[in-house]
């Protein structure tokens, strides 16, 4: 214990250290930060009016006073009520005071709606929202002038409530681009820090750190140091980003906005935990697949043909979870949260949404832990035979023999 101990200590600093991994999450932070202060920088250098401005102009006043209401509607743009020339309109809009208008007119037995832009390449159609509102006001004048009581006003207006359900007993809960956006990142960490073992250990072989390593404690006890230390650091690389992205969420960006695209209510202690956990797991499965691939090569170049098969390995377990995400009560979903390939960037997102149980969690952790037993004693065993291995970058078949031979 001591020994693995030691070599987590070496390897925890040697990569707090290194000049790739400093700038790296220095780079990535900065990007955070600034990411979610686009709309304050936006804002800052188009000033405090940013929302486009309609000019609504109804020279014969056929909605009888009543577009001020429009005003008041959230439409998603500044309306200005006024009587205009069409020329005098086209000055404003050349002059930038107002971004479009619609002018409106009387022809015979109907009304004509004139939308004017500056430049017709620019915006094929008018928005569906102005449509609308438009067309419900124009109907509440004329139903006015009608004399109708309120209850004949309620008979003729369409009071629908639209719900959306399913069939299958089990509902999915929670925000679904929120999910794949955790998804993501708890794969960015998986992958990127289990990479990590192989690099390390290829470029220790190349420097001949190894040799000196070798002879002081047993490939056992470098394998499980390395992996635990590296899974250290990029554990609490993992918290610093994610932390940083939610303060910088809610400290810059727009609470409703924030509410819209990210829904917390589901984000409980249980979650972390158990994403710290599947965190954990996940990243040891991929880490001794890396820590074996990178004892097979001598030569930092070699270092990614080496690593492809790992790599399409975790390519498959990740997209097999994200796109189960958009049918997250199917079959393959399920599937995906046992299946100890894609089980760490799945299961976590399943009990955001309220699909799995207690007992659905404990049989995919009892899976991933026998796998991870399983790849490590055949990692540690090729490991300990190809450590000082530095010809050429060995075969499958190399490797095989090597897990064969006591």
């Not at 102009?57 to 743009?77: H, P, R, W, Y």
């Not at 004048?141 to 629908?160: A, C, D, H, M, R």
């Not at 399943?350 to 659905?360: C, P, T």
């Not at 049989?363 to 300990?384: D, E, G």
Request: proline fraction near 3%; glycine fraction near 4%; charged fraction near 15%.
């Amino acid at each position: 214990m001591k020994d693995i101990l030691t070599v987590m200590k070496f390897t925890i600093k040697d990569m707090v250290k290194r000049k790739s991994f400093i700038i790296s999450t220095l780079i990535i932070l900065i990007i955070i930060v600034i990411g979610f202060n686009v709309p304050n920088i936006i804002k800052s250098i188009s000033g405090e009016d940013t929302g486009d401005k309609l000019l609504i102009v109804d020279n014969e006043d056929i909605f009888e006073g009543s577009l001020e209401m429009l005003k008041q509607a959230d439409l998603g743009t500044e309306i200005e009520i006024e009587k205009a020339t069409f020329e005098e309109i086209k000055t404003k809009i050349e002059n930038e005071e107002i971004e479009n208008a619609i002018m409106i007119e009387r022809q015979e037995n109907n009304v004509k709606i004139r939308y004017i832009v500056k430049d017709m390449t620019m915006m094929q159609e008018v928005p569906e929202t102005i449509v609308n509102a438009i067309n419900t006001l124009y109907t509440n004048v004329q139903i006015n002038k009608l004399g109708l009581s309120q209850e004949q006003i309620q008979s003729i207006t369409p009071n629908f409530e639209f719900s959306l359900e399913q069939t299958q007993e089990e509902k999915a809960n929670g925000n679904i681009f929120a999910m794949m956006l955790m998804s993501i990142v708890l794969f960015y960490a998986i992958y990127f820090c289990a990479y990590q073992v192989s690099s390390s250990i290829t470029t220790e072989k190349t420097s001949k750190i190894m040799e000196t390593l070798v002879t002081s404690t047993s490939p056992r006890t470098i394998v499980l140091g390395k992996t635990i230390g590296i899974g250290i650091v990029g554990l609490l690389q993992m918290v610093l980003i994610v932390g940083t992205a939610l303060i910088s969420a809610k400290t810059f960006l727009d609470p409703e906005l924030l509410n819209a695209v990210l829904d917390m209510s589901n984000i409980t202690p249980y979650l972390g935990i158990i994403t710290v956990v599947y965190f954990i797991l996940g990243y040891l499965a991929y880490a001794l697949l890396y820590a074996l691939t990178g004892s097979t090569v001598s030569k930092p170049e070699d270092i990614q043909s080496a690593n492809s098969p790992v790599a399409i390995l975790a390519v498959v377990g990740f997209y097999l979870s994200y796109f189960t995400m958009m049918n997250p009560t199917s079959e393959l979903n399920v599937f995906a949260s046992l299946f100890p390939v894609s089980s760490p960037f799945c299961m976590p997102f399943r009990i955001m949404m309220g699909l799995s149980s207690g007992v659905d969690v404990a049989i995919s952790i009892a899976i991933l832990i026998v796998t991870i037993l399983v790849i490590a004693h055949v990692a540690i065993k090729i490991y300990s035979n190809a450590i000082l291995n530095y010809g050429t970058k060995m075969s499958f078949k190399d490797i095989i023999n090597m897990y064969k031979d006591k």
